[in-house]
């Protein structure tokens, strides 16, 4: 039985009239004793007369109507007495002429066939999405589908132990982090040397400590450079004062 909203008064579809309907579903277990009920989504008629001997002529030959399902696999897979054909049983929900309706069709494909030699079967509790078409009533209940597709463990989700993960031990927090410089930037990060006990190289501009023990990095000045009061990054001598060592010139040996 079809249901669809349509003006008062109106006549939906005439008598004897071949329509495309999408429409949801309410199978019972019960069939052929209660009727399939049919909730219409879209319902659009072959144009033409009914009446008239030519108006099937046009008319696909596609005798079956077609079934899209979503739903829960409620029996271990089975063998039907062919030896070939497989038979599961799968159960959905819907919302069908302004209640919650349930039903259940029995899925069966032949897996003789080489499209379905190396399909498996799904296992009970799990969601399955098909497509096929009404085949026959099931001697369990409900109607027959002969699977055109299917999809198996359609939104599983993962189990609890694999969802929880273990938290990680807090990382130690460092005061200076080594950064590789980007490239074409040309900027450089020196490394953290100070955990190591060393210090950082003397800058050629900082001045020498007054304790020469004080730092074992400072420069220690040679024996001549001491004889002189100047700084050591005075490398010559001042304008006009003579080295400290003599020398002998020609002539009358005057020292110069």
Not at 19 to 47: H, N, R
Not at 55 to 72: H, N, Q
Not at 84 to 99: C, E, I, N, P
Not at 161 to 174: E, F, H, I, L, N
Request: charged share 20%; aromatic share 6%.
């Amino acid at each position: 039985m079809l249901r669809v909203y349509s003006p008062y008064n109106d006549v939906a579809l005439p008598d004897n009239t071949v329509a495309f309907v999408s429409a949801k579903v309410s199978i019972p277990t019960s069939i052929p004793g209660d009727p399939v009920l049919l909730e219409g989504i879209c319902v659009v008629a072959v144009p033409g007369d009914p009446n008239s001997d030519a108006y099937e002529r046009a008319l696909p030959d596609f005798p079956y109507p077609m079934v899209v399902g979503l739903g829960s696999v409620t029996s271990p897979p089975r063998t039907l007495p062919d030896g070939t054909s497989k038979a599961f049983d799968v159960v959905s929900t819907d919302y069908v002429r302004d209640t919650r309706m349930t039903s259940t069709v029995t899925c069966v494909f032949d897996s003789a066939r080489p499209r379905w030699s190396k399909t498996p079967l799904p296992n009970q509790n799990t969601v399955v999405f098909y497509v096929g078409h009404f085949s026959d009533t099931a001697s369990t209940g409900g109607l027959q589908v002969e699977l055109e597709s299917i999809s198996l463990n359609v939104g599983m989700a993962e189990s609890k132990s694999a969802a929880v993960s273990t938290p990680s031990s807090p990382s130690k927090k460092r005061k200076f982090t080594a950064v590789v410089p980007k490239e074409g930037t040309g900027r450089q990060t020196l490394p953290d040397v100070s955990e190591a006990g060393e210090k950082p190289p003397l800058s050629p501009t900082a001045s020498l400590p007054t304790d020469p023990a004080s730092s074992t990095t400072a420069t220690h000045l040679s024996p001549r450079s001491r004889s002189r009061s100047v700084s050591p990054t005075d490398e010559s001598p001042a304008k006009g004062v003579l080295p400290s060592s003599t020398t002998r010139g020609k002539g009358k040996g005057k020292r110069s």
